[in-house]
């Protein structure tokens, strides 16, 4: 097939995710094309079947703000008619999915009709897309895309009770790369953080507000209370000043390094103890599902998808969103016990497993072909 993927080319798990996808089903021999404004992160050197389409959005004298979405649209009409796709998978409701709609309506006057998948993964419904200003036109979009996915259960549902959804959704779960991740030796590198023999305990997200990065510190604070531990902060965003400034205020600064974005996560997981991620709101979970590929157990919020990536007791803890209390106590409990982490560790592996990329790839190929037969007589 040949499928283009509309994302988002930062390192948010929905733009991670999409990119992965394409990159897996480009090795599978399908054709594809990303179309956005930027080359996304993890498409960093040259792959067979691969192809990029940089959205031109130039910045008119005219308008205040660059009209995104108009020059998308045109640039998803002109790949679709001279690279002959065979459908258009748009990853974030919003704009791609409202954009996508755009652009099959153009398309149709053209004599073709554009099977479009849009898969949702998060924020773009529960905090985008329930904003009053957008609501219409997310409902809209995914009433009126060819098929939709949700990365969990938790998602799917949120969806229904937010928007009057007509079309089914179905839960195609997020994925692991096992050619990347997993557990390989690091231990000079791990000298070099831990020099002591410290436990070290890693968070890794965009650093907003719904992440509740401050929580991370302040579980940290009381780790080290109890147990000889380094933290490494990994990522970028708006709460990182204030997660520094916190650390300072509490005197633990030394024991914590704020490593910024990483592309090499993988090799900073590979030697991490542990791995804490307390969100307000996780529609998955991406991040703990990488911890957990590369073997760290996972202290975790409840919310969302979480507790469909994370069991509890097996692969680590949950707990209620802001109760740092109990999260702390669950990662004393963890870390100060050998046995325990060593079980652990291989419970997390044993669970990451079940989300192995060549496991989840052929849930979308099926996808995408019930999609291009249900197509062939379309018209709208």
């Known amino acids: ?23 897996g089903l480009a090795r599978k021999g399908h054709e594809i094309h990303f179309i ?17 389409h940089e959205v031109d959005n130039e910045d008119y004298p005219l308008f205040e703000y660059p009209p995104y979405d108009t020059a ?6 002109d790949v679709v008619r001279y690279q002959n796709l065979d459908i258009l998978h748009v990853h974030y409701a919003i704009p791609h999915a409202a954009v996508a709609y755009m652009a099959k309506k153009i398309l149709l006057t053209q004599g073709r009709y554009l099977p479009v998948v849009t898969t949702l993964h998060g924020t773009d419904i529960t905090l985008v897309g329930n ?13 009126k895309s ?11 549902d949120e969806t229904l009770e937010l928007f009057d959804i007509q079309r089914n959704i179905k839960v195609i779960y997020n994925f692991i790369d096992f050619e990347r991740f997993r557990k390989t030796d690091k231990e000079h590198f791990k000298k070099i953080i831990a020099p002591n023999g410290e436990r070290i305990i890693a968070h890794t997200s965009n650093f907003r507000k719904v992440k509740r990065v ?7 604070n009381k780790i080290l209370e109890q147990v000889p531990s380094k933290l490494l902060m990994i990522g970028d965003g708006p709460e990182r000043q204030n997660c520094e400034r916190l650390t300072r205020d509490l ?6 390094r704020f490593l910024g974005k990483q592309d090499a996560i993988e090799e900073l997981l590979a030697i991490c103890d542990l791995f804490v991620i307390p969100s307000e709101s996780e529609s998955f979970g991406l991040a703990a599902l990488e911890a957990m590929a590369c073997e760290v157990p996972v202290i975790s919020s409840n919310s969302g998808g979480l507790p469909e990536v994370n069991i509890h007791g097996v692969t680590g803890f949950l707990s209620n969103p802001g109760n740092v209390d109990e999260m702390a106590e669950h990662a004393i409990t963890l870390l100060q016990s050998e046995a325990m982490l060593s079980e652990f560790r291989a419970n997390a592996l044993a669970q990451a497993r079940r989300f192995d990329i060549e496991n989840i ?8 072909e019930e999609i291009l037969r249900e197509s062939i007589y379309k018209v709208e």
Do not use: W
């Open 214 to 220: 401050e929580d991370v510190i302040l579980i940290f």
């Open 1 to 23: 097939m040949k499928i283009g993927i509309v994302c988002y080319p930062t390192y948010g798990g929905s733009g991670v995710v999409a990119t992965e996808l394409g990159l």
């Open 251 to 256: 005197g633990i600064g030394d024991a914590v």
């Open 72 to 77: 998308l649209a045109s640039k998803i009409v």
């Open 36 to 52: 956005t404004y930027r080359r996304p992160v993890r498409l960093s050197h040259f792959e067979a079947n691969v192809f990029y």
């Open 131 to 143: 904003n009053r200003a957008f609501a219409p036109v997310v409902e809209f979009s995914i009433n």
């Open 146 to 156: 060819d098929g939709v996915t949700a990365v969990s259960q938790n998602l799917k």
């Open 361 to 368: 790839l052929p849930h979308y190929v099926t996808f995408y």
